[in-house]
């Protein structure tokens, strides 16, 4: 069947939802922060597009740190706040609330890491390791669909994946909590220094798929190589000290 120009250009809902999100962005852009931008339907109908597609275009907004979502009487969407940051390595976690505390969590997270490690080296079974490899897929779809958003995401399931594996149920439990703080209050990622957020990234992958590898090996001196480098407190101590 031959397909007419006006069938070819017609967007797609993932479009339409992008377009969507553009048009309600503009608005947040008008307005002062935290101002009320209307109910939700009142939105989907400025945008002429369907409930399915307003609400994939929320989540857009949402995820960009744009606008927030408050239930009840005189609720609606608003444009954000001012969102508090946390240097994560070359990258910052724009949050909702608790700044400190997630700043907390990150150092405590940080310093972790290697005793996870060190019980993954151990302890690590061939099926955890196939889990762990799932999870650097997740992780390569999100880089290659260039969505910081759910490329952290996914980073955090792996390294939750990995502290399950630790027979230490205490050191286990606090590391899936300090994660599940840091998750809760993340809206989106931005670009920290002058390296384009698409190619920290892609780093960040490659690093962690090498780590898995060197699970897989039962290489300590390199999954503890690769842990100190991922160390995103020490990257960012490195870098003050660069530019002091």
């Given at each position: 069947m031959r397909v007419t120009p006006d069938r070819a250009a017609r967007p797609t809902p993932s479009g339409r939802a992008e377009r969507a999100a553009e048009k309600v962005a503009e608005l947040v852009e008008s307005v002062p922060p935290g101002s009320r931008l209307g109910t939700k339907e009142e939105?989907?109908?400025?945008?002429?597009?369907?409930?399915?597609?307003?609400?994939?275009?929320?989540?857009?907004?949402?995820?960009?740190?744009?606008?927030?979502?408050?239930?009840g009487p005189g609720g609606g969407l608003f444009s954000a706040e001012q969102s508090p940051m946390v240097r994560l390595g070359n990258s910052v976690l724009a949050l909702d609330t608790q700044a400190n505390d997630v700043a907390d969590a990150v150092r405590i997270r940080d310093a972790l890491d290697p005793l996870l490690i060190e019980d993954a080296l151990w302890h690590a079974s061939p099926a955890d390791i196939a889990g762990l490899r799932r999870h650097i897929a997740a992780?390569?779809?999100?880089?290659?669909?260039?969505?910081p958003v759910a490329f952290v995401h996914a980073n955090w399931r792996l390294h939750a994946a990995i502290a399950a594996t630790s027979p230490n149920a205490l050191l286990s439990s606090l590391y899936t909590h300090l994660l599940d703080l840091i998750e809760r209050h993340t809206l989106t990622v931005l670009p920290a220094s002058d390296q384009p957020l698409g190619e920290y990234i892609a780093h960040r992958h490659e690093?962690?798929?090498?780590?898995?590898d060197a699970l897989d090996r039962r290489d300590r001196d390199e999954a503890l190589r690769l842990i100190h480098e991922h160390n995103t407190t020490l990257q960012a101590a490195d870098a003050r000290a660069a530019h002091g």
């Open positions: 939105l989907r109908t400025l945008c002429g597009v369907s409930v399915g597609t307003f609400n994939e275009a929320l989540r857009l907004l949402q995820s960009r740190g744009l606008v927030t979502v408050k239930p992780m390569e779809e999100a880089k290659d669909a260039a969505d690093l962690h798929r090498d780590l898995v």
